[in-house]
């Protein structure tokens, strides 16, 4: 790349890199978005374990201790979209952290004057489902402010790095503050991880621009208009459809996945964890990998070799086992290389979705779009609960990694395959000619 480009630090070289790496601004954010995502891998653990250790809940209680964790995903989203739109992102960000970091810290508290019950913990995880819908849709709104569009995958690309590398150490620690501390009392460093990032978001200078005025639109309209501009607009629309297909089938394969290593492979726990871990190590891989690749083959070609990647190399998980260690490493084999591609492939699509988006549609648009690929995660993982019956576990691995390979016509026949760079500006969008009903 040629050129030279403007911070705070002077006339600097035209490198992505460079740039995201002396944007102060940038670095605050990342620095507690890190932060805060290894807490809340330990929340992941430890908030399950005081259902079931400390508090002797059974597996249907903790089922139900799952469903209202996740059910705001589908039940906020939608209004959330429409009111992150219609306010600025980062005060948004810092309410939904302090309250998070405030619920979290009610457990131990609870614990400490004996009134902690299962009940509880249901309200607390669907709380703590609400305010991290509003914390996710405006922190992906809130970042085109903060860096300029073209280094949006940079950027991105140092957020999945963090992420990834929460998902592979975070569940190790949360374990070991589980033994050392309780499980309560465990959840007292997610809250503090929250606190880091509250001060992170304090600190940035940079002032967030005005929200549009709403002129009195009602809220139905905006949720309506979120999903238009999502489905007539061909790139959002393409990876949309490309995800949920994408999801639905991997929930498939990991739900039986984890059936058929332990009755069939006869894999000890431990050594399932690991060979699962090894896709949030692949992960990192392709988070620090993106950027390079995308500069190396274009936007198009990586974003779809990325995701033949992801949707090609599941169909190794089902093989014919070997011996008992020979398996596990090839199937960890598969699962880093699986972790990468999908990690390259959210780097990219992320950016692309927020380079082509207006500023005052980016919440509806996040909501919407997270709306259609998230409903489509239950739905996978109740077909992988409920085709080995019928099918057996290995034929339902197979049959998921299949339908993997169907998520690639939605971007292969798009306007997202021929991209060779993000687009300069919003209005360089592909419109639909209709948008889907």
Not at 29 to 39: H, N, P, Q, Y
Not at 136 to 150: E, H, I, K, S
Not at 324 to 334: K, Y
Request: with cysteine.
């Amino acid at each position: 790349m040629s050129g030279t480009t403007q911070d705070e630090t002077g006339t600097v070289p035209n490198d992505a890199g460079y740039a995201t790496r002396h944007n102060r601004d940038f670095l605050k954010l990342w620095a507690g978005e890190t932060v805060s995502l290894l807490g809340t891998q330990v929340t992941a653990l430890a908030l399950p374990l005081v259902a079931v250790i400390t508090l002797h809940a059974s597996a249907a209680e903790v089922g139900v201790l799952n469903a209202f964790r996740y059910a705001p995903f589908m039940l906020v989203t939608l209004i959330a979209g429409v009111l992150v739109d219609r306010q600025r992102r980062r005060p948004t960000m810092i309410v939904s952290n302090a309250a998070r970091a405030g619920l979290i810290a009610l457990v131990p508290v609870a614990m400490f004057f004996d009134r902690l019950r299962v009940e509880y913990l249901y309200l607390v995880g669907f709380a703590l489902g609400v305010f991290t819908v509003f914390f996710d849709l405006g922190y992906q709104a809130y970042l085109p402010a903060l860096v300029q569009r073209r280094l949006l995958t940079a950027a991105n690309s140092r957020l999945q790095m963090s992420a990834s590398a929460a998902e592979l150490g975070g569940p190790g620690l949360g374990g070991l503050l589980v033994q050392a501390l309780t499980a309560p009392y465990a959840l007292a460093v997610d809250a503090a991880s929250y606190l880091v990032s509250i001060i992170s978001l304090v600190l940035i200078r940079k002032r967030e621009p005005e929200p549009t005025p709403a002129d009195g639109e009602p809220l139905l309209a905006a949720v309506r208009g979120g999903f238009r501009f999502t489905f007539r607009n061909a790139y959002v629309r393409a990876i949309a459809g490309e995800a949920a297909t994408f999801n639905l089938f991997e929930q498939t394969i990991l739900t039986a996945f984890v059936v058929y290593a332990i009755r069939q492979l006869d894999f000890p726990a431990g050594l399932l964890g690991a060979v699962i871990s090894t896709g949030a190590a692949g992960g990192l891989a392709g988070a620090l990998l993106a950027g390079r690749l995308e500069r190396r083959f274009g936007f198009g070609r990586t974003t779809v070799g990325s995701m033949v990647v992801a949707c090609v190399v599941p169909l190794l998980i089902a093989l014919p086992a070997g011996s008992h260690w020979l398996t596990a490493g090839a199937l960890m084999i598969v699962f880093f290389v699986w972790g990468t591609g999908i990690a390259v492939s959210n780097v990219l699509v992320v950016s692309l979705r927020q380079t082509v988006t207006p500023d005052a549609m980016l919440g509806r648009m996040n909501a919407s779009y997270r709306f259609f690929t998230f409903g489509a995660i239950p739905v996978g993982a109740l077909l992988g609960g409920a085709l080995p019956g019928v099918i057996g576990l290995r034929a339902t691995l197979v049959t998921g990694a299949a339908g993997l390979l169907l998520a690639l016509a939605w971007v292969v026949f798009s306007p997202v395959a021929s991209l060779r760079a993000l687009p300069e500006r919003p209005d360089d969008v592909v419109l639909a000619s209709e948008p889907l009903q």
